[in-house]
């Protein structure tokens, strides 16, 4: 049985909550975002408490997708129109990035 989330992984699912449709943040992007943290800590929290949120906004800071997820991570960036650069399989950073406001 998983524990209950804690502050800090309640703070980084509100922040991915936030993150709009057709936009992404790179895991060190949302570490950034909350002023604590690193990647892998929120990578950790995203895999253990991601299920319940737009997971897929959530990627490596080259544009691929969550490990593991990718297919269904394209199709929810191609239903969402998010860009994608010209190899369909990665997310175009320079167009994508949210800049959490």
């Known amino acids: 049985m998983r524990a209950?989330?804690?502050?800090?992984?309640?703070?980084?699912l509100d922040a991915?909550?936030?993150i709009p449709p057709g936009r992404v943040l790179a895991y060190g992007d949302v570490a950034?975002?909350?002023g604590v943290?690193?990647?892998r800590q929120v990578g950790r929290v995203m895999s253990l408490y991601g299920g319940g949120v737009p997971w897929w906004r959530v990627i490596r800071a080259d544009g691929s997708p969550p490990?593991?997820?990718?297919v269904r991570?394209?199709?929810?960036?191609?239903a969402e129109g998010t860009p994608l650069r010209?190899?369909?399989r990665r997310v175009d950073m320079s167009r994508?990035?949210?800049?959490?406001?």
């Open 4 to 12: 209950d989330p804690d502050d800090y992984a309640e703070a980084v």
């Open 16 to 18: 991915v909550e936030r």
């Open 32 to 34: 950034e975002l909350l």
């Open 37 to 39: 943290g690193g990647p």
């Open 67 to 70: 490990s593991g997820h990718e």
């Open 73 to 78: 991570a394209l199709e929810e960036y191609r």
């Open 86 to 88: 010209a190899d369909g």
């Open 96 to 101: 994508a990035r949210w800049d959490g406001r």
